[in-house]
């Protein structure tokens, strides 16, 4: 009887110009590392929203972690009750079933790095999201409502 092994992981490697650019209502997102490269353990991309944005409004996930680590700018978070802006090598840690969003409420553009461990595939989540936005706008909240769903995600 053989016992099956772990694949061992890959090591990854995203050069400056590689990745998939999607553009939102919300600023510009350029996705580095993909949920299916990771066997689903880690993603990550880079969101750019520009001045007097929301970016995201009041959410939470029930399966994993979201980690924002602030590269430019000073974004306002919310993180459970509380509101704060957060500049410039800032992390903030956001585990399942708390409620966060942030947005960018200055005259200048905010770019964090986000990532969520475990990956759900928030590729395909922005894809769909930027096809919503584009189409026409009748059940638009219904809809954004089942994909929220289908990614371990809701508004509150």
Same mark, same amino acid.
């Given at each position: ?77 919310? @993180?459970? *009750?509380? %509101?704060?802006? #957060? $500049?410039?090598?800032? /992390? ?51 809809? @954004?409502? *089942?994909? %929220?769903?289908? #990614? $371990?995600?809701?508004? /509150?």
């Amino acid at each position: 009887m053989s016992e099956s092994c772990p694949t061992t992981p890959k090591a990854h490697i995203s050069a400056a110009d590689q990745g998939l650019f999607i553009q939102l209502d919300g600023g510009e997102m350029l996705f580095k590392v993909f949920a299916d490269e990771t066997n689903r353990a880690f993603e990550m991309f880079e969101r750019i929203v520009p001045p007097q944005t929301l970016a995201a409004g009041a959410h939470l996930h029930t399966t994993t972690t979201e980690t924002f680590y602030v590269v430019e700018g000073t974004p306002t978070f919310l @993180v459970g *009750e509380q %509101r704060q802006q #957060y $500049g410039p090598g800032s /992390v903030i840690v956001i585990p399942p079933n708390t409620v966060h969003g942030y947005s960018n409420e200055t005259d200048q553009r905010i770019k964090v790095l986000i990532s969520f461990a475990p990956a759900l595939g928030h590729d395909l989540f922005f894809k769909e999201l930027a096809q919503l936005q584009a189409g026409p706008r009748d059940h638009y909240d219904e809809k @954004v409502a *089942e994909l %929220r769903a289908r #990614y $371990g995600s809701r508004a /509150v």
